[in-house]
C-alpha cells in the first residue's frame, strides 16, 4: 500500500494531468472545442493503470542496474503508448502525430523521473540531517 501511495499514484497523476493539459492546449490550437471527450478520458484512465501495472511487473524483475530498470520500462511504456495512441484512434498514423506522441512521452517520463530525484533527494537529505542531530546527542551525553 506504501508503494502504491509513494510511487504509482503521484505518477498516474502527473501522467494524466500532464496529458489532459497538452491535449486541451493542442485541441484548442487545432479549433477543435469539444475534442476533449470523457470517452478519451477513460481511454487515458485505462492506458495508464495499465502502464502502472507494467511497472509492478518491472519492479520485480532483478535488473543490474537502475539505468538498465529505465530503459526497459521506459521502452515497454513507450511502446504501449504509440501502439495504444493509433490502435484507440488518438492519432493518425503521420509523422507529426508520431512525433507529438513521442516528445509527449518523453517529457512525461522525464517529469516523473525528476520528480522522483527530487523526493528522493529531500528524503536522503532528512535521513542525513536526522542521523547528525542523532551523533550530536551522542556526543554531547557524558
Same mark, same amino acid.
Given at each position: 500500500?506504501?508503494?502504491?501511495?509513494?510511487?504509482?499514484?503521484?505518477?498516474?497523476?502527473?501522467?494524466?494531468?500532464?496529458?489532459?493539459?497538452?491535449? +486541451?492546449?493542442?485541441?484548442?490550437?487545432?479549433? =477543435? =472545442?469539444?475534442?476533449?471527450?470523457?470517452?478519451?478520458?477513460?481511454?487515458?484512465?485505462?492506458?495508464?493503470?495499465?502502464?502502472?501495472?507494467?511497472?509492478?511487473?518491472?519492479?520485480?524483475?532483478?535488473?543490474?542496474? &537502475?539505468?538498465?530498470?529505465?530503459?526497459?520500462?521506459?521502452?515497454? &511504456?513507450?511502446?504501449?503508448?504509440?501502439? +495504444?495512441?493509433?490502435?484507440?484512434?488518438?492519432?493518425?498514423?503521420?509523422?507529426?502525430?508520431?512525433?507529438?506522441?513521442?516528445?509527449?512521452?518523453?517529457?512525461?517520463?522525464?517529469?516523473?523521473?525528476?520528480?522522483?530525484?527530487?523526493?528522493?533527494?529531500? &528524503? +536522503?537529505?532528512?535521513? =542525513?540531517?536526522?542521523?547528525?542531530?542523532?551523533?550530536?546527542?551522542? &556526543?554531547?551525553?557524558?
Amino acid at each position: 500500500m506504501k508503494r502504491l501511495l509513494r510511487t504509482y499514484l503521484p505518477s498516474s497523476a502527473i501522467a494524466f494531468t500532464i496529458v489532459i493539459l497538452f491535449n +486541451a492546449v493542442y485541441n484548442l490550437i487545432l479549433g =477543435n =472545442n469539444y475534442a476533449l471527450s470523457g470517452v478519451f478520458v477513460l481511454e487515458l484512465t485505462g492506458l495508464i493503470i495499465f502502464i502502472q501495472l507494467i511497472s509492478v511487473v518491472c519492479d520485480h524483475i532483478p535488473f543490474q542496474s &537502475e539505468r538498465a530498470y529505465q530503459i526497459t520500462f521506459f521502452a515497454a &511504456e513507450y511502446a504501449i503508448i504509440i501502439i +495504444a495512441s493509433f490502435v484507440l484512434n488518438w492519432t493518425v498514423l503521420t509523422i507529426s502525430s508520431f512525433l507529438y506522441t513521442s516528445l509527449l512521452c518523453v517529457f512525461i517520463a522525464v517529469l516523473i523521473d525528476r520528480y522522483f530525484s527530487a523526493v528522493h533527494r529531500h &528524503e +536522503a537529505d532528512e535521513i =542525513n540531517r536526522l542521523i547528525l542531530s542523532q551523533d550530536k546527542k551522542e &556526543e554531547q551525553t557524558p
